[in-house]
């Protein structure tokens, strides 16, 4: 079954700290990895994306890993600001006809003063 | 580029009435459309895939006569929820596909709170 985990589920950080949120999956044949922030009442926006061949993406202070082999990803949010605060959603497309995402169960962060 | 509205952004009605929300593709033709459905805290989950000019393609457990979906442009795909009950309150995402590119744009979402 076509699965993609998050953790933690949420989580608590000072501002100006950095942090690192964990995807896993067992979406098969995979296609590509994306993460997404979603603030609170609106809808996700695209902060990476991967394919196989890739292991780093960068966005700002965004940074995605993903290590195809073990089936995880990482979403490494380097000095962290209030407006971090939101959920992260893990996104994996499968290698099909349709164009369905795979969602996570999402990570929400809460960034303090 | 890419971007998607949602219309309205927050609908608040009576139980037993009908809510239509539109989804459109501001500045690209989506010949697949989206829409997800949202509960506090959860992630989104997925209602229905929308082909522009044929019927939407629904997903396990999402009554089909309940939720309504027509997308009858390459830019506009609508969800009309009908005899809305109070456990019909959710937020609801719409989702455009770029034609000939794996890659879904999202809507800012409707917030549907049903009294």
């Known amino acids: 079954k076509n699965q993609v985990e998050q953790s933690p589920q949420s989580l608590i950080i000072l501002e100006g700290k950095n942090c690192t949120l964990q995807c896993n999956y067992t979406v098969s044949p995979f296609s590509n990895l994306r993460w997404y922030k979603q603030d609170t009442g609106r809808g996700p926006v695209s902060l990476t994306i991967m394919t196989f061949s890739e292991n780093t993406k960068s966005n700002g202070r965004y940074t995605a890993t993903l290590d195809a082999d073990t089936k995880q990803s990482s979403l490494h949010i380097t000095a962290s600001q209030l407006s971090d605060s939101a959920s992260y959603i893990c996104?994996?497309?499968?290698?099909?006809?349709?164009?369905?995402?795979?969602f996570g169960t999402g990570t929400r962060l809460k960034v303090l003063a | 580029g890419a971007v998607v509205s949602q219309h309205p952004s927050r609908v608040i009605c009576k139980s037993g009435t009908s809510v239509k929300i539109e989804c459109r593709s501001l500045?690209?033709?989506?010949?697949?459309m989206f829409w997800y459905r949202q509960f506090p805290k959860q992630s989104l989950m997925l209602m229905a895939t929308s082909n522009e000019g044929s019927k939407a393609t629904y997903e396990q457990g999402v009554e089909k006569d309940k939720f309504l979906i027509n997308h009858a442009s390459l830019t506009l795909s609508t969800l009309t929820v009908t005899s809305a009950h109070p456990e019909d309150s959710s937020f609801y995402i719409c989702?455009?596909?770029?034609?000939?590119?794996?890659?879904?744009?999202f809507g800012p979402g409707t917030r549907l709170t049903v009294l």
């Open positions: 996104v994996v497309s499968a290698l099909s006809g349709t164009y369905k995402y795979i």
């Open positions: 500045d690209f033709q989506a010949t697949t």
């Open positions: 989702s455009a596909n770029l034609a000939g590119l794996n890659e879904q744009f």
